[in-house]
């Protein structure tokens, strides 16, 4: 079991940014995927971004591409994600999420197995 901790949300104007933090509670290696999804109230969930652990290139939702941006710092177990160019329809509960496997195409629809307890981004107009 791996323990997750987001961070990092708040309150922003529209065109602004955050970066979200996900600490994991012990040592994950090469084989595990790392997630970021988001639900909205009175919406299901949706995955946001993926990435391999060590890995530098990630999967994206089309509705993120080339605003948001995954990363991780090894040495500090942490998950990144950048959020910028926001719009209020970003406006979600974000979660971390890790599983063991490899990311593959399909991975906003595995089962994942471990899950944080979420931070709230509000975007307002």
């Known amino acids: 079991q791996v323990q997750l901790m987001e961070s990092g949300g708040g309150s922003v104007q529209a065109g602004g940014s955050l970066r979200l933090s996900c600490v994991y509670s012990?040592?994950?290696?090469?084989?595990?995927?790392m997630a970021w999804f988001r639900q909205a109230s009175g919406k299901e969930r949706e995955g946001v971004a993926a990435?391999?652990?060590?890995?530098?290139?990630?999967w994206y939702a089309d509705s993120v591409k080339g605003r948001f941006t995954i990363s991780q710092d090894k040495a500090k177990n942490t998950l990144y994600l950048q959020l910028n160019s926001l719009e209020p329809k970003d406006t979600a509960m974000y979660y971390c999420?890790?599983?063991?496997?490899?990311?593959?195409?399909?991975?906003?629809?595995?089962?994942?197995?471990?899950w944080g307890q979420g931070t709230q981004v509000t975007v307002s107009s």
């Open positions: 999420a890790v599983d063991y496997g490899f990311c593959t195409d399909g991975w906003k629809n595995r089962t994942w197995k471990n």
């Open positions: 012990r040592y994950i290696n090469i084989h595990y995927c």
């Open positions: 990435l391999n652990f060590g890995g530098y290139a990630g």
